[in-house]
């Protein structure tokens, strides 16, 4: 068969098999000359579409016309506009990039890195994908695994042949992480082997698709909370409580006991082979009885599919099924325009896809009036399912139930484990008759396919796509647990509740040297003595020690850009009921409103944002490097106040890098809002300490450079102790 009929025989198959819903239409796009293989595509608000490509080119459509925006970019494999700066990021292999066009020509101008500090050894694989951006403007991308390279895991099992290929060679691979502003990098979650895919919900909550292989049993959706491990034990010497050799001492049931498992599996060929990035339908109604859910591509299968989750005892999981199959290649990225139209870049470059062709921009349009007959969705009951459909079913149809569970190990990829045909029982259709409850045994840690054969409308019609897979983590508790307290901000991109128990605690390590952390006050410093308090209880003893007092204190000036250095000490105690949030607590409140916490984290473990160090509430520190009580500890302390508009939003927020002991706490981090609320518009206000119940707290050698220029001093700043494994994170 010569390469023409083989390709003409590829493009009949296509035809084939294509299955779109009723109401729904495929329309492709020409493609700029030159533009081979296409990565990622976005929308301007006017309407301009914007694509990256393989070939490193950004490329904008107005109308029908192409022009070329940038060029001799490194395999850029995202993008996104920024409106209120006017500017394109990309996600090219080496770093994040902000494109701009200063003369408004229509070419890009100026290519400005806002991060670099990920590493890239120049293996095969190591792909950088994203960005997306939460509603603060924060953007975040996640780094691919090399493919082969000098560090592995294997772990010995009797399927493990050949497995660990993918390998950690360059700092924070197999990392997601976010960039506030130029020169800022906070990873935030590892364990990822390829995560191709990554969304960010319009609840500012972030999703990451990853594609079967070593250490991932099949194509995954996760969602991803900050500090959780996903996975993939190549990526875990990034942190600073894991060393390559502690790793490689490690078998699969340990990384089992610290992983975090996906909320949707995606079945491998019946769903995904390798997931693009998610994308919410926030059309409100314009594409169709779809609102909210997310929409995936798949690289290989050139299809659409659909997924939602919800959250079962803290932790979100969920359904996924096929919505839609022949398009041209396959898609990776998608967008929606303001019509309502879901766009996506396709390529087969490197990988078969189904569709057959290297690339290709394709939408769908739906036609505002046809509603496909389809399975809309599942949800868990405590006994079974609950799954409802579009349009009113006819003849009831118990479905066909099967279950299993997958392998976690080092092999690439796993087949279906403990596979059972179930029997179901107690069918109910509801009055509206879209609606379908049943009870089936029910078990943690599976999938579940629900099959409706030959399920039949009201109008006789068949269903678009027959089988939804639902993944079981957790069971339904007796009692669901209340969500968490409204302080009248969010947790952007972390995906915690306030003080929620479940964060992973910061790793522990060991603090500077108590000689290291001493240091003098400079010359243009004020020396917080007993003159520059205004709480007559808190008096300071004549070694200018500072017990804490009755009240909290407050300087008697008011600050705002600051540089801050003091020095603390818990009271030693034998009794068991001062533990947790009781074994010394105070706080240190920036500008009287903005907690970073003082309590004893040395073997006394409390919730995550409440652990010494933490911007109380909001983010734990990096890593916990506390002291023993009776010992002094330090905190160094570069602050940014916030700055407001006239009509009192915020502008900026306040920014905060600081060191407890040495060891790098916070890194240019932004704070949410008050310990109790939200911002409220205010100047420079005082520098407070807190009392609280507990044992007791000291302080010393406090004092303050006021009106400390943050962003100049910042680099020296963050250059005031010597660097190790843990301050350097």
């Given at each position: 068969m010569n390469i023409l009929s083989a390709l003409l025989l590829l493009f009949s198959f296509s035809i084939l098999s294509a299955q779109i819903p009723d109401g729904y239409k495929i329309q492709s796009i020409s493609l700029p000359r030159g533009s081979v293989s296409v990565l990622g595509l976005c929308h301007k608000p006017d309407g301009t579409l914007a694509i990256c490509t393989w070939e490193g080119e950004v490329w904008e459509r107005k109308g029908e016309v192409w022009t070329k925006f940038a060029e001799n970019l490194m395999e850029p494999n995202g993008i996104y506009f920024d409106e209120k700066e006017d500017a394109y990021y990309v996600g090219q292999k080496p770093e994040?990039?902000?494109?701009?066009?200063?003369?408004?020509?229509?070419v890009c101008d100026r290519y400005e890195c806002i991060t670099d500090a990920f590493g890239i050894s120049g293996e095969y694989h190591e792909y950088h994908f994203g960005p997306v951006v939460d509603s603060l403007g924060r953007k975040y991308a996640s780094l691919n695994l090399a493919a082969r390279g000098e560090f592995t895991v294997p772990d010995g099992k009797p399927f493990g042949k050949g497995g660990g290929n993918m390998s950690y060679n360059a700092p924070w691979r197999g990392w997601v992480y976010r960039s506030d502003r130029k020169g800022h990098f906070q990873p935030l979650a590892g364990g990822f082997r390829?995560?191709?895919?990554?969304?960010?919900?319009?609840e500012d909550e972030l999703f990451i698709t990853d594609n079967q292989g070593d250490w991932v049993a099949d194509c995954v959706l996760y969602h991803v909370r900050e500090g959780n491990f996903y996975g993939h034990p190549a990526s875990l010497p990034a942190r600073p409580d894991f060393t390559k050799e502690k790793v490689l001492s490690m078998k699969a049931e340990d990384f089992e006991k610290i992983r975090t498992p996906p909320a949707v599996w995606l079945v491998r060929e019946e769903i995904a082979n390798s997931p693009g990035s998610p994308i919410w339908d926030t059309t409100n109604g314009k594409f169709g009885p779809f609102k909210g859910q997310m929409f995936i591509g798949d690289q290989r299968q050139s299809n659409y599919f659909r997924s939602g989750v919800e959250k079962i005892n803290g932790e979100y999981q969920?359904?996924?099924?096929?919505?839609?199959?022949?398009?041209?290649?396959?898609?990776?990225?998608?967008?929606?325009d303001s019509q309502g139209r879901l766009w996506s870049a396709q390529v087969g470059r490197g990988w078969f896809s189904k569709g057959g062709k290297r690339t290709a921009i394709q939408y769908v349009e739906w036609d505002k009036k046809t509603t496909p007959f389809a399975i809309h969705s599942a949800s868990l009951t405590k006994t079974g399912f609950s799954v409802r459909f579009t349009e009113r079913i006819g003849k009831k149809v118990t479905p066909k139930?099967?279950?299993?569970?997958?392998?976690?190990?080092?092999?690439?990829?796993s087949p279906p484990v403990d596979q059972q045909e179930l029997k179901v029982s107690n069918y109910q259709l509801s009055k509206d008759r879209k609606t379908v409850t049943f009870d089936v045994p029910l078990s943690k840690k599976k999938i579940y396919a629900i099959t409706f054969t030959e399920q039949r409308n009201t109008e006789a019609e068949m269903l678009d796509f027959d089988t939804i897979y639902y993944t079981l983590n957790q069971l339904r508790p007796v009692r669901e647990p209340k969500s968490g307290r409204n302080v009248g901000w969010s947790l952007a991109g972390s995906s915690w509740n306030r003080n929620d128990k479940n964060r992973p605690l910061p790793p522990v390590v060991a603090p500077l040297s108590a000689d290291k952390c001493?240091?003098?006050a400079p010359k243009e410093a004020t020396q917080l003595d007993s003159t520059q308090w205004?709480?007559?209880?808190?008096?300071l003893d004549k070694n200018g020690v500072m017990p804490r007092g009755k009240g909290n204190n407050s300087t008697v000036k008011a600050y705002g850009d600051a540089r801050i250095h003091l020095e603390f000490r818990f009271d030693q105690s034998d009794n068991p009921d001062w533990k947790g949030q009781l074994y010394g607590n105070s706080g240190i409140f920036l500008m009287s409103g903005y907690e970073m916490q003082v309590v004893n984290s040395f073997q006394n473990p409390t919730f995550a944002d409440g652990t010494c160090g933490s911007i109380y509430g909001q983010h734990p520190p990096r890593v916990n490097s506390s002291r023993k009580p009776g010992e002094w500890q330090s905190y160094d302390i570069l602050m940014k106040a916030p700055v407001f508009s006239d009509k009192g939003n915020v502008d900026q927020p306040l920014r905060v890098t600081a060191f407890h002991n040495g060891i790098l706490i916070h890194n240019d981090t932004w704070v949410y809002g008050e310990v109790g609320g939200p911002y409220k518009k205010h100047g420079k206000r005082p520098l407070m300490i807190q009392d609280h119940k507990g044992t007791g707290v000291s302080f010393r050698n406090l004092w303050i450079i006021e009106d400390f220029p943050y962003d100049l001093n910042l680099p020296a700043f963050r250059n005031t102790f010597p660097r190790s494994s843990a301050s350097s994170i």
């Open positions: 994040l990039t902000r494109l701009i066009d200063l003369d408004k020509d229509g390829s995560p191709c895919g990554i969304g960010m919900s319009p969920g359904w996924c099924i096929d919505f839609l199959r022949g398009l041209e290649s396959g898609p990776v990225k998608m967008s929606f139930v099967s279950s299993w569970g997958y392998h976690y190990y080092s092999t690439y990829g001493a240091i003098p205004t709480n007559p209880n808190w008096v």
